[in-house]
């Protein structure tokens, strides 16, 4: 019997723990070859002791928001052709913003090597909660239409680079909270 | 507990791969709960210290840097500080969970101080039994009576911890991601169990290979997913869903995740309860204890979809399925 490792079932347990005799025989037989695998053994020891420390203090943190960016880039490089809510194309636009740095014959979420490549700025976001259920609410629904799931930072970009085609809904919208006056 | 007779034999197996990022502890974790779903008492033993395991999974790893905590660790080399049932935190309905400790990271410094320790006693040509100590504990436990099915995961590392727990369970589960380097990792798995099993002279089964995170709109996956199906006749695939990072949030396996913590299941996400009910199936079957149909009192089974094809799902057959059981304890 034994030393293999194949498809299937390998020894019952339930021999295993109800048997001790049978434990015994084996030990007694493996004792030699034992010896060589404590020996391989040893030197894996060593780096797992290495390994072994933690690091646990390399959260992630973001600093918190600078009220300045967005006046900062206004009336800077970034001018967009800016379209009526009728002509809207989500799909072009959806294309116009896949990074430039992005060269690969797939389409940018199935070629690119992890969500944040090629998103290069880094911005906290002040919200309201409220905001925060719309967003997952949101989401749950574009999956359930593509049967998929949409990254949270695909989705919030793609929300962002729609709502900013929209100035005049924005405008209307910002209006109502007063912007006007302000 | 008593009625062993009754019961089904008691399968165990190590879910492993030593390439991290695998969803080793997912699958662990899920597995267990799909295993507790038909009713089957799970033991998960955590033994991978590191941050993010099993018992953190689960929300049962509050004693882990606790110095004073009793642990594994203690009972591997006779120096339990109290009993080992109490250990055993319960997570969900019929799952029980073993935590990790990080004393387990000096495990070997342990293992040697025994050796040197009930060495003085023995003959000059005694070995000390390593790799057999988990299986001691378990069996001196009581663990074979208490459980159905004992689940280890270790962390993703060919060390002596992984080797007990092939010792313990001679079966391993392996997932992996659908990528080249998770395809060759089926053959570093499988190194390094053959390399054990010839060492100790013993046979360790590959239970089932298990493509995880997959992700179907990428063509590399769905070639590399159905590359581990045809070659390791993985029985079914699942894919990268939020839902096991929701599962993760919650401190709850995904089952239960669906059952408590979510009021509908999105339609990319209804399959992933079936597959893992037709991986138990599969899992039991090759342990040669195979579900009667009844098993899952109408909920649904994974039978195949158009990315991976039929899946034809090993159960008992319905008129004779107590017999098949009874006859299989201790086969094989």
Redesign the interface.
């Known amino acids: ?18 048997n001790d005799d049978t ?1 015994e025989e ?2 007694e ?10 020996e391989t ?1 040893a030197e ?2 060593d780096t ?2 290495a390994v ?1 420390g ?1 690091s ?1 203090a390399t959260a992630a943190s973001t600093g918190p928001a600078s009220e300045d960016d967005a006046s900062s880039k206004s009336g800077s490089v970034v001018m967009l052709d800016i379209e009526s809510p009728a002509e809207l194309d989500a799909a072009r636009l959806a294309r116009e913003f896949v990074p430039d740095t992005y060269e690969k014959p ?2 940018w ?2 070629g690119r090597d992890g969500v944040n490549d090629g998103r290069a700025e880094k911005k906290t976001f002040f919200l309201q909660s409220s905001v925060l259920d719309l967003e997952a609410t949101c989401s ?1 629904e574009v ?2 239409i593509l ?3 949409v990254p949270l930072t695909d989705l919030r970009e793609l929300a962002l680079i729609l709502a900013y085609h929209q100035p005049e809904l924005l405008a209307e919208a910002a209006r109502e909270w007063g912007a006007e006056s302000a | 507990m008593n009625g062993c007779t009754e019961r089904l ?4 197996y190590t879910v492993y791969n030593q390439s991290g990022g695998q969803g080793k502890t997912t699958v662990a974790r899920d597995l267990a709960a799909a295993h507790a779903e038909v009713g089957q008492r799970v033991l998960l033993i955590d033994m991978d ?1 590191q ?1 993010g395991s099993l018992s953190n999974y689960l929300g049962v790893d509050d004693n882990k840097r606790n110095p004073e905590a009793d642990d594994l660790t203690f009972h591997l080399v006779e120096q339990g500080q109290g009993e080992f049932s109490d250990l055993i935190r319960t997570a969900e309905p019929n799952v029980d969970v073993l935590p990790s400790h ?1 004393r387990l ?2 495990v ?2 342990f293992l040697d101080s025994h050796e040197n320790y009930i060495g003085q006693t023995k003959p000059d ?1 005694w ?6 100590r988990l ?1 001691t504990v ?2 001196e436990n009581g ?2 009576s208490e459980y159905d099915v ?1 689940i280890v995961d270790p962390n993703a ?4 911890v992984y ?1 007990m727990a092939l010792y ?5 589960v392996i997932p992996a991601v659908p990528t080249r380097s998770g395809y060759e990792s089926i053959d570093g798995v ?1 190194d390094s ?2 390399g ?12 089932a290979v298990i493509p995880t995170m997959v ?1 179907t ?3 590399d996956h769905k070639d590399y997913a159905r590359k581990l199906r045809d070659e ?2 993985a029985p079914v695939y699942f ?4 839902a096991f990072e929701s599962a993760e949030e919650q401190y709850v396996s995904v089952f239960r995740l669906f059952s408590e913590h979510r009021s509908r299941i ?3 996400e209804q399959n992933i309860l079936p597959k893992y009910r037709t991986l138990v199936a599969t899992i039991c079957a ?3 204890n195979p579900l009667p149909e009844e098993a899952w009192d109408g909920e649904e089974l994974f039978t195949g979809d158009d990315f991976w094809g039929d899946v034809q799902i090993p159960l008992a057959g319905a008129d004779v399925a107590d017999d098949a059981v009874d006859q299989t ?4």
């Open positions: 019997m034994g030393g293999s490792f194949e498809s299937g079932a390998g020894d019952d347990p339930n021999d295993l723990f109800a434990d084996a030990t037989e493996a004792d030699t070859q034992l010896e060589q695998a404590d053994e894996e020891q797992a002791a072994s933690e646990e797939h389409a979420a199935l749950q999956n359930e049967d998929g799931d | 034999a008691m399968q165990a210290a941050n990080k990271n000096r070997d410094e040509d070995e000390y039994p390593r790799y057999e299986l378990l069996k663990v074979p004992v590392k060919a060390d002596t080797y313990a369970t001679r079966n391993v499988a169990a053959q054990f099993a010839e060492n100790q002279d013993i046979n360790i089964g590959r239970t992700d709109r990428k063509g390791y006749d894919k990268s869903l939020s999105r339609k990319s090759t342990f040669g304890v201790g086969v094989n």
